[in-house]
T-cell receptor, first 114, second 114 residues
């Protein structure tokens, strides 16, 4: 079974600084997707960034980028120029194989300090 | 266009009762997935429906069931409620079935079982 591990339950960063959230996963499949989702307090979960495993190039979305290390099964999220609005719970998720479900990590609570 | 809507937003039920939650996907989306979110277990996949057919089911007891209507609206039902069923139930919709389609999450239904 696939598992996703986020080893940092909580992280904090100063506004305008850079922070990296860690995620590792375990799978025997070769074709899969990895995702980072953001869940602000009492608000809807939204997709931050997505990576297809067959793509070697790391995905980027504005201030958000990933470091995808397929051999190491590592998928970290870097947030540059952190803003107060980035404060949220961040979930790493895996999706692969013939099913359509996402397997989520336990989440990392990110605090942004002014 | 309108996002994913879930009704009701909050619900309090007693052990042994049953409950039905509703999810209206984004217009044009044909896939609806359901997740249970608890502090202890995190986010866990319940099931996914596409074109009124259940495509995949998570590891939950048979008390958890769902269906999808021809207009893509989905309902999930939990019978014989247990205290452990207290959770935030999230639904997510996507245009197609498959992880290459972005999932858009609703605000969730907060179920409390007493």
């Amino acid at each position: 079974a696939q598992t996703v591990t986020q080893s940092q339950p909580e992280m904090s960063v100063q506004e305008a600084e850079t922070v990296t959230l860690s995620c590792t996963y375990d799978t025997s499949e070769s074709d899969y997707y990895l995702f980072w989702y953001k869940q602000p307090p009492s608000r809807q979960m939204i997709l931050v960034i997505r990576q297809e495993a067959y793509k070697q190039q790391n995905a980027t979305e504005n201030r958000f980028s990933v470091n995808f290390q397929k051999a190491a099964k590592s998928f970290s999220l870097k947030i540059s120029d952190s803003q107060l609005g980035d404060a949220a719970m961040y979930f790493c998720a895996y999706g692969g194989g013939s099913n359509y479900k996402l397997t989520f990590g336990k989440g990392t609570l990110l605090t942004v300090n002014p | 266009k309108a996002g994913v809507t879930q009704t009701p937003r909050y619900l309090i039920k007693t052990r042994g009762q049953q409950v039905t939650l509703s999810c209206s996907p984004i217009s044009g989306h044909r896939s609806v997935s359901w997740y249970q979110q608890t502090p202890g277990q995190g986010l866990q996949f319940l099931f996914e429906y596409f074109s009124e057919t259940q495509r995949n089911k998570g590891n939950f007891p048979g008390r958890f069931s769902g269906r999808q209507f021809s207009n893509s609206r989905s309902e999930m039902n939990v019978s014989t409620l247990e205290l452990g069923d207290s959770a935030l139930y999230l639904c997510a919709s996507s245009f197609g079935s498959g992880l290459n389609y972005e999932q858009y999450f609703g605000p969730g239904t907060r179920l409390t079982v007493t």
